[in-house]
């Protein structure tokens, strides 16, 4: 399941996005036999990496810095191999890889020196050739975002439309052409964050400056809007599972941040009866939970009143553990749960450089090629979790 992505703010035409990517619901058991989306490799020493996307046989993407000038380029991370950097197109300077199927398909995004552009990366039989990235349709407009994508490989995200570039939430199928899902009614503007593996796509709908409740699509394109918790102006769904439960961020401010800045943001969880509840957090602390797993487990982020950040997962019964970082780091932030419970994410250093991460169902963390000596992810075991 994905995880898609760190904060993402993106000005549009008329308003602002400011939602974190989530991930979405993968099938229970062992991994199965799957394609796989081959890369180039690195040639030069990592200097920063952020984990976004996972799948249950612990494949993880993300994107990484080979130099401190050079722009972000997208990257897959197979289980026991070093990272592989992802081929962009020819108008492409900079990108991330935000979601990985079950079978290996790779969604994200790009940008040349205008756009924002939605691509994908199919797994091939040829292992020395490095997959073509092929740009999935737009809607016309100069900005769209692949933020999640399920097992299927279905993904979902925004694209702007009309005249006035204004965003709406979207759905790619495999062959990526795109669905306009809409907005909630008397809103035009909407997006779309997370979608489980039945087709039920999460995101959030509202006016043009986008302050709004959660939204759900069904299937069928119908939206659904989800209730505000107590105090709230308004809140994004992140991520859904297989049985409906729904994860994501809620706050009392005019619009959301994402990026534990606030005092007045919440991690919040909806039963699939649209019912809200804020996940434990502990007193004068703030939180956002990112993703949810089909066994209910959620993970997010949480900053301490003294301003420590940790990546965090909560139990179905709302039991919540912290996510160490690496070994003298000072912060942690968690993307994506997949089925075995592992996590991925980020771990930040002194100089505040990110490195994507993988927790494993114990909390123990393996860094994901940090620096020149790429840390070698483990196999994952035979059996599920």
């Not at 740009?135 to 702007?160: D, I, K, Q, S």
């Not at 534990?260 to 996940?279: F, I, T």
């Not at 997949?338 to 860094?367: C, F, I, K, M, Q």
Request: glycine fraction near 14%; include cysteine.
């Amino acid at each position: 399941m994905k995880r898609v992505v760190t904060l993402v703010s993106l000005v549009v035409g008329l308003g602002a996005i400011a939602c974190a990517d989530a991930g979405t619901g993968a099938g229970v058991g062992p991994p199965q036999a799957r394609g796989r989306v081959t890369g180039s490799e690195l040639t030069g020493p990592v200097v920063g990496s952020s984990a976004l996307g996972l799948a249950d046989d612990n494949t993880v993407v993300g994107t990484a810095h080979e130099n401190d000038a050079e722009s972000p380029f997208p990257v897959v991370w197979h289980p026991g191999e070093d990272g592989e950097r992802l081929a962009l197109p020819a108008e492409g300077h900079n990108g991330l890889a935000l979601a990985v199927s079950e079978d290996g398909y790779v969604v994200g995004w790009y940008m040349d020196r205008i756009f924002m552009m939605p691509v994908h990366w199919k797994p091939g039989t040829d292992s020395a050739r490095p997959a073509a990235p092929v740009r999935m349709e737009t809607l016309g407009g100069a900005l769209h975002g692949v933020f999640g994508a399920n097992r299927e490989g279905t993904a979902v995200g925004f694209a702007n439309v009309g005249e006035y570039e204004t965003p709406h939430a979207v759905r790619w199928d495999r062959t990526g052409a795109v669905t306009d899902l809409g907005t909630l009614p008397g809103h035009d503007v909407s997006v779309a964050q997370g979608i489980n593996d039945e087709g039920v796509v999460v995101g959030q709908s509202g006016p043009t400056d986008l302050i709004g409740p959660a939204v759900r699509w069904d299937p069928d394109g119908t939206p659904t809007e989800l209730a505000l918790p107590a105090d709230a102006r308004n809140a994004c769904a992140f991520a859904v599972n297989r049985a409906g439960v729904i994860v994501g961020l809620a706050t009392a401010a005019d619009q959301l941040s994402g990026d534990l800045a606030r005092e007045d943001e919440w991690a919040v969880r909806w039963s699939p009866d649209g019912a809200a509840e804020r996940l434990s957090v502990p007193g004068g602390a703030v939180a956002t939970a990112q993703d949810i797993n089909d066994s209910g487990e959620v993970v997010g982020d949480v900053r301490h009143h003294d301003g420590t950040e940790r990546a965090v997962r909560w139990s179905p019964d709302g039991t919540r553990t912290e996510l160490s970082p690496l070994p003298g780091d000072v912060a942690s932030h968690a993307r994506a749960i997949n089925n075995r419970g592992y996590v991925a994410g980020e771990s930040t250093d002194t100089a505040g450089r990110t490195w994507a991460v993988l927790w494993h169902p114990d909390g123990s963390v393996t860094a994901l090629g940090r620096h020149s000596n790429h840390t070698v992810l483990p196999s994952p075991p035979a059996s599920g979790r």
